[in-house]
């Protein structure tokens, strides 16, 4: 108890922590302490609530980061069929953007595969949405439900016929 870190260790942590702050007070002292009492075995000094709490959090990002992902990405190539008069390099850049965190998140998180169908779905309507007000047409004026399988989603070409100048 209270024994430094091992020297050489990247994490540059000192000393087990022997006080203990509260989560409410100071989020990133809370996590230092934390993952100092893991690195003891000090599993008794543990918050296992709030770690449990902080880790469902982290895997909820992951989640959150790839609907936002999804949901500008669909709303890009909506915005691209509703109005091929409007089509701008600006959109091409984006759906690429959109599907290079795709991936990345994929990736890292292969989990979250078993979600995609949910999330696409959920997301649908908000990127529905997004793509009216960003176009300046009704809602109506586009499918109900997503109109893109999967291999469009992510492997669709998009290129402009002539560059506008």
């Not at 959150?64 to 709303?75: F, G, I, W, Y």
């Not at 915005?79 to 850049?93: A, C």
């Not at 890292?108 to 995609?116: A, F, V």
Request: hydrophobic content about 35%; aromatic content about 10%; charged content about 30%.
């Amino acid at each position: 108890m209270g024994e430094p870190a091992l020297k050489g260790e990247p994490t540059g942590e000192g000393p087990v922590p022997t006080g203990r702050t509260r989560y409410e007070d100071d989020l990133y002292t809370w996590v230092q302490e934390q993952v100092a009492f893991l690195r003891a075995g000090r599993i008794d000094a543990l918050d296992l609530d709030l770690i449990a709490e902080e880790l469902g959090d982290v895997g909820r990002a992951q989640y959150d980061q790839l609907e936002s992902a999804l949901r500008v990405l669909l709303m890009h190539m909506l915005k691209w069929d509703q109005q091929p008069e409007m089509r701008t390099p600006s959109w091409i850049y984006s759906i690429m953007e959109q599907r290079r965190r795709y991936a990345r998140l994929i990736r890292t998180n292969p989990g979250l595969k078993s979600s995609l169908d949910e999330i696409r779905d959920g997301i649908y309507p908000i990127a529905r949405n997004w793509a009216a007000d960003e176009t300046h047409l009704y809602g109506s004026e586009f499918p109900d439900t997503c109109p893109y399988p999967w291999d469009d989603i992510l492997n669709r070409p998009f290129e402009l016929d002539s560059v506008k100048k």
